[in-house]
């Protein structure tokens, strides 16, 4: 089990920057990739950045080179750094683990997620 505590939400305005925080914690030598996701209203989840344990970055298309994704393993900490933000940004954004695993004696993995933290970007 691992668990995932976001914060640094907020309110910003468009053109601000926010940094959010995911404190991990638990089963902490299982995990895999770790990433950022968001869900804005009446929309589906995406991903926005993730990170694996080699230290190899992704992200989505519409936020390169404004969002920036770190792993701190020594304070067991993701960073999301966003600049230049636009009110398309907005949206609660939740903190994603995949934790590698076994089912009935074969390997697997298991998403946890965190609560999630609002950001919201005021014109």
């Known amino acids: 089990q691992v668990q995932l505590v976001e914060s640094g939400g907020g309110l910003v305005q468009a053109g601000g920057s926010l940094r959010l925080s995911c404190v991990y914690s638990?089963?902490?030598?299982?995990?895999?990739?770790m990433g950022w996701y968001r869900q804005a209203p009446g929309k589906q989840r995406e991903l926005v950045a993730d990170?694996?344990?080699?230290?190899?970055?992704n992200y989505l298309d519409s936020v390169k080179g404004r969002f920036t994704i770190s792993r701190d393993n020594a304070k067991y900490t993701l960073y999301l750094q966003m600049n230049s933000l636009k009110p398309d940004d907005a949206g609660v954004y939740y903190c994603?683990?995949?934790?590698?695993?076994?089912?009935?004696?074969?390997?697997?993995?298991?998403?946890?997620w965190g609560q999630g933290t609002q950001v919201t970007v005021s014109l």
């Open positions: 994603k683990a995949v934790v590698a695993g076994w089912v009935n004696g074969k390997p697997s993995t298991f998403d946890s």
């Open positions: 638990g089963n902490i030598g299982s995990i895999n990739v």
């Open positions: 990170v694996t344990r080699s230290g190899t970055t």
